[in-house]
């Protein structure tokens, strides 16, 4: 067990529709990250949180969007979903930022139909 | 777009046989890590090296560096049926986030 949390585990929803994935972090781990799982695109870096302020952005569409909150847990909005959505979507965390090791939550597998 | 690309794609071996995975990188690298993912779970760090380490080692694991490559080797030793699961090198980390290859994904036959 590596300390994140994530919710929910699955979620099933419908094209163009909106969902939130939440993440709690470590304890006293101040970085989220979010990453992205696809069978076509591999694992991609969506967003860094560092202590409440947006650190870093990778690929992230502007469909989605995250904030972290003051108690450190964040969240990952998606938007007007659609079928290429569809993936596995992890929260990682780590005690600084950059150049070191994350943990990764278990994630949220979401499908879009 | 992929930083890291593992080799082989798959690896099938017998229990107790050594597996050696080998990662290339494009850019200059701060330091390399190396995740284990069960089927369709959570990514676990195995171990971090340094870009002025060569050779580093945990438990089974044994890491490589060759930063005038751009490459890494991961050795598993004495390979257990548990050690089923797909292997990720990734770089950065930092203001880009972690950036993996496509992973490699072992299978130990009993």
């Known amino acids: 067990d590596s300390g994140v949390t994530q919710t929910p585990k699955h979620l099933i929803t419908a094209t163009g529709q909106r969902v939130t994935l939440r993440c709690s972090p470590r304890s006293g781990d101040l970085s989220v990250y979010w990453y992205q799982q696809s069978l076509d695109q591999g694992l991609q870096f969506l967003i860094q949180y560092y202590n409440g302020e947006e650190r870093a952005k990778g690929n992230i569409l502007e469909r989605f969007s995250a904030q972290q909150f003051p108690d450190l847990h964040s969240e990952l909005n998606l938007s007007s979903l659609e079928l290429g959505d569809s993936a596995l979507y992890f929260c990682?965390?780590?005690?600084?930022?950059?150049?070191?090791?994350?943990?990764f939550g278990p994630g949220t597998r979401l499908t879009v139909t | 777009s992929q930083q890291g690309e593992e080799d082989p794609q798959a690896l099938s071996i017998q229990e107790g046989e050594n597996a050696t995975m080998n990662c290339s990188y494009k850019t200059s690298i701060n330091n390399l890590q190396w995740y284990r993912q069960n089927s369709g779970r959570g990514l676990v760090h195995l171990i971090l090296i340094r870009s002025n380490e060569r050779e580093k080692h945990s438990g089974r694991l044994r890491v490589t560096l060759d930063t005038s490559k751009k490459s890494s080797s991961l050795l598993i030793t004495a390979s257990r049926a548990a050690d089923t699961a797909s292997y990720f090198c990734a770089t950065g980390g930092g203001a880009d986030g972690l950036t993996f290859g496509k992973g490699t994904h072992l299978i130990i036959q009993p």
């Open positions: 990682a965390s780590s005690a600084r930022s950059g150049g070191y090791e994350q943990y």
